[in-house]
Structure formats: structure tokens, C-alpha cells
């Protein structure tokens, strides 16, 4: 198992029928079903190398399924920008387009699909001296990270986040005098699914 598919549902084996999950309400929207589909905020923690699959900053005591908002809360506290081995955090503007999917083709025309790749293309509009330097880095080392994203309305990433390849980093300047500089960071990962989420319970445009 990948260290992304902690959490992927439980599936039928040996050639059994897949059963049906139970469904919620698809009919009554309510801003908690309703979900803008923008990532504000990204965040960024390291590998603990003495842990192979876990951050260095994961959210503790937390329980796939449950309300996790306290503990979300108290991991948020702990975010700092400038304190080493700490999570940091990009305000921005964030989509995640539908995954490439790797398809083989076996006897009798069956086709299994045996890897999803993931992509989550990041801009930031604000760039300060930092920030600058630290996206310089990020292009230029590339890397692995753990990442948690967030919408409006959730928190992507469970507990220990998204380990995540760092593919790309740009800075474009095509927009003449009608636009600004930006940053577009391109991040890529291995899931058999998307992340599961959690109520957002805090501020989204805070850094």
C-alpha cells in the first residue's frame, strides 16, 4: 500500500461484486454539501526521515471520520513560516484537474487500471522577499513533501497529509502591464483515490 492510500476505502477481493456504499442526501444543497471548488491555502511540512510516511508535523490524535476541528485547531497553532521544521503555509489560488489514470489492457478485452496520478497546480499572487527565496529553493531542489489543501470549506489530507513530488515551479511573466507576477507551483502524487477531508475550522486567507 502507498503511503497516500492509508485511508482508501475497503474493496471487494478475489474477483467478488463491488457492494454499494451508503449514500448521503444528493438533493438538498446546504453549505456544508455545496463546496467552491478553489484551493485558498496549501500547506507544506517535511518528511520525518526516522518515520518513513509521516510528516514532521502531523495532526494528532486524529480520527478518519470523526470531528477532528479541536485538533485540527491545535496542529494549526503550530504552523510557523520562519521556525525550522515547521509547517508552512502559501495563500493562494489552487485547482486539482481530474488524475491520469495508468490503464493496461489483459485477456478478453479487460482493462484494470493500476495507478492514478494526482496533480494540484498552485498560483501565488503575493510574493515578498521570503517568499521569493523560498520558491527559488523549491524550483530549483525540487523535492518531496507532505501537504495538506484547503477550499472555503475543507481540509484535504487527514493526518499526515499528501506526500506529495514538488514537479515544477514558475514564474511566468506573460501578461505585460495587464497583469502581475506570479508563482505556479505544480505538485503530483500516487493515490488510488482523492484525499478524505475535514470541516475547515479555520480562517482560510490566514497565513
Sequence with gaps: MGFNDEYS?????DCDDQLLA???NTHCPTDATVELAQIN???FDEKDTSTPGSPKNPILTYTAGGDNSTVITTWRGT??????SKIRTYVGTGEKPEPNETE???HKGIKYTIGSRHVLVYTINVIDAATYTALRTMQGCKGQYHIWYATDTYLYGADKGILVDVEKVVFPKSGGRTDISKCIVT???????DPIRD?????????
Design 41 to 43: 491555502v496549501l500547506h
Design 79 to 84: 504552523h510557523d513560516n520562519t521556525t525550522a
Design 9 to 13: 476505502p475497503t474493496c471487494a477481493t
Design 187 to 193: 505538485l503530483a502524487w500516487n493515490a488510488k483515490t
Design 199 to 207: 470541516v475547515l475550522p479555520y480562517d482560510v486567507v490566514t497565513a
Design 104 to 106: 493496461v489492457e489483459l
Design 22 to 24: 451508503p449514500v448521503g
